[in-house]
Nanobody, 115 residues
């Protein structure tokens, strides 16, 4: 069982930055894949960026060049650095981990970007 707790969301203006953090209740070291998804009002949950255990990153075209995913295995933390934020980035952001047996999700953190 893995518990995930996100933090770092908030209200910012267009062009500003935020860094989301996700703290896991146990080590990421043996995770298959981890990352971030988001769900905007009235839309389905969508990929933002994921990272495999080997460090291979997959990210949505809409965030490439602006968002960076990273992890700190020693702290059991996953990060999402979001730069040049746009109103269309407004969503609830969810942390995700797959440990080869099942998916785990955090409770989500709200990111709102005003124009």
């Amino acid at each position: 069982q893995v518990q995930l707790v996100e933090s770092g969301g908030g209200l910012v203006q267009t062009g500003e930055s935020l860094r989301l953090s996700c703290t896991a209740s146990r080590s990421f070291f043996r995770a298959n894949r981890m990352g971030w998804y988001r769900q905007a009002p009235g839309k389905e949950r969508a990929l933002v960026a994921t990272m495999t255990s080997g460090g291979v990153i997959n990210s949505a075209d809409s965030v490439k060049g602006r968002f960076t995913i990273s992890r700190d295995n020693a702290q059991n933390r996953l990060y999402l650095q979001m730069n040049s934020l746009k109103p269309e980035d407004t969503a609830v952001y969810y942390c995700y981990v797959n440990d080869y047996t099942r998916d785990y999700w955090g409770q989500g953190t709200q990111v709102t970007v005003s124009s």
